[in-house]
């Protein structure tokens, strides 16, 4: 089974609007991780947000996880130009250390 | 901020040759991980690395791949024949606990392409 699918796969929106970017997956987890990429560059982590939490907030950003429906959100409030990048979600099982990411959604914040 | 370096940032090799692409960890964290990312594809888990050995690794990661930390700063990821599908970003990453209760640190990557 597929572990970490984003939606949409494409999100272009005009600087100052907020992006929301959706996270589905199937199995059972400890957490669940956004992380961020730039084109051609390494993941750089945002915020985790365990399977006992609800909603996370840091800075811009604001995380949501509803372990019923094996979903999270990355809302990010205020986009800015320099938030144009791929967005990753990656869930890390309840045992072991391997993170499974979803395919991405890359965001385009238009100036 | 402290961050996980990788060299080289580009290795081209042909086909068959034995490559070695090189971490090195942020100095506080113990477990080290490898994955890779073809091209326009998902960012896949290889293997992670704990007390001097590996601890999970993936169908990926077959007898053509192998990890070392051969002294306390360093770590390693080799394939001994590389494949024209072994062409990929390379990124190593590590963190303080095992289950990346506080996220993991990637470095920047190493783009191999096989030939």
């Known amino acids: 089974s597929q572990q970490g699918e984003e939606d949409p796969q494409a999100l272009s929106i005009q600087e100052g609007e907020n992006a929301t970017m959706n996270c589905s997956y199937k199995t059972s987890i400890n957490n669940l991780q956004w992380y961020r990429q730039n084109s051609g560059r390494g993941l750089v982590h945002l915020i985790l947000i365990r399977s006992n939490e609800r909603e996370k907030h840091s800075g811009r950003l604001r995380v949501t996880l509803d372990t019923s429906k094996k979903s999270s959100s990355l809302l990010i409030t205020a986009s800015r130009a320099a938030d144009t990048a791929s967005y990753f979600c990656a869930t890390a099982p309840p045992s072991g250390s391997r993170l499974t990411f979803g395919e991405g959604t890359q965001l385009t914040v238009n100036p | 901020e402290p961050e996980v370096t990788q060299t080289p940032s580009h290795q081209v090799t042909q086909m068959g040759q034995e490559v070695i692409l090189r971490c090195v960890p942020i100095?506080?964290?113990?477990?080290f991980y490898w994955y890779r990312q073809i091209l326009g594809q998902k960012v896949e888990f290889l293997v992670s690395f704990y007390n001097n050995e590996i601890s999970e690794k993936s169908e990926i990661f077959d007898d053509q791949f192998s990890v070392e930390r051969p002294d306390g700063s360093n770590f390693t990821l080799k394939i001994r024949s590389t494949k024209l599908e072994d062409s990929a970003m390379y990124f190593c990453?590590?963190?303080?606990?095992?289950?990346?209760?506080?996220?993991?640190?990637f470095g920047s990557g190493t783009r191999l392409t096989v030939v």
């Open positions: 100095s506080n964290h113990l477990y």
């Open positions: 990453a590590s963190s303080e606990q095992g289950e990346g209760e506080n996220g993991y640190t």
